[in-house]
């Protein structure tokens, strides 16, 4: 979208006094839904003025307020120190957040490089621009919606419906499998405590600083009780069958008469044939012998 210089001008004069980008697209009557595409662009010229904008008026206010703040008015003196803390805070954020993002493009562009990107089809290139766009808006934690129509104003081809898929599959790709588990949440809100400790760290605000990262450790499950499971091989014990039968497992029953002509050929005393004839059931065992058979 090319604009004029004057409506480039009426951008900032309109950003200065914090008109919404619709209302602004609607006051230079230009396509609403191109004016937005524009403005999620970090690199356009529509982005740059709006942002420029707010910087000359918030920096105009600023110096007003620093010429008070001299002349030793004390609300200035306090306000001044206010925005100097904000600003060492917001510098804090760029710092972590852009190492977290520096190394995750880094290991995403290692992967692609490895695959050898120039013989990638077409759509998977742009699959890995579409996921690399829709996590830089997630880690600057804009909301579900915002990030699905953003990516239909960046790919007008997408539906809604494949947007929100692409949403669901990145957060997949950087986390767990699909679907999105409780697991994969708990892991990306944690990272998110973990940036969030780092700022109190730097900032010396050491007691939220352990409550955060107490909670990112509980988030993960750090101390948790392991669930009791029972042993699978105690699960796949199977029954054990005791038999003297041998139909019982499948083989023929031994003649009898061959079993004890067998028994009475072996070299063994007497006794020990007898009890080999009872055992194998060729002859029937008086009750009373039992107690001296088991002596």
């Not at 919606?145 to 790709?173: D, G, R």
Request: hydrophobic share 35%.
């Amino acid at each position: 979208m090319e604009l004029t210089p004057a409506q480039y001008k009426e951008i900032e004069q309109l950003a200065a006094i914090n008109y919404s980008v619709k209302q602004i697209a609607m006051y230079l009557d230009v396509d609403g839904n191109a004016f937005q595409k524009e403005f999620n662009n970090t690199e356009s010229k529509v982005r740059y003025h709006y942002d420029r904008g707010l910087l000359v008026t918030q920096a105009e206010i600023d110096k007003a307020n620093l010429k008070r703040a001299r002349d030793g008015n004390l609300t200035s003196i306090q306000q001044w120190k206010k925005d100097a803390n904000h600003q060492k805070l917001e510098n804090l954020k760029k710092k972590v957040f852009l190492e977290e993002e520096k190394s995750e493009y880094e290991q995403l562009q290692a992967l692609i490089e490895r695959g050898e990107t120039k013989n990638l089809p077409a759509k998977v290139v742009q699959f890995y621009e579409q996921v690399d766009f829709i996590r830089c808006l997630h880690n600057k934690y804009e909301s579900k919606s915002y990030v699905i129509n953003a990516v239909c104003l960046q790919w007008p081809k997408l539906s809604k419906h494949q947007a929100m898929q692409l949403y669901y599959e990145t957060l997949n790709f950087f986390n767990l499998d699909n679907p999105v588990k409780v697991e994969a949440w708990a892991n990306i809100y944690a990272d998110r405590m973990d940036q969030m400790a780092m700022i109190c760290y730097e900032m010396g605000d050491m007691e939220t600083w352990r409550r955060m990262t107490m909670d990112a450790a509980q988030l993960r499950g750090v101390g948790k009780d392991k669930p009791h499971e029972i042993p699978d091989a105690l699960l796949d014990r199977r029954p054990v069958l005791y038999t003297i039968k041998m139909k019982d497992i499948g083989l023929p029953e031994a003649n009898r008469n061959d079993l004890a002509a067998f028994i009475d050929n072996l070299d063994i005393t007497e006794r020990q044939k007898t009890k080999y004839k009872r055992e194998g059931m060729i002859e029937d065992v008086p009750f009373e012998l039992l107690d001296n058979d088991q002596e």
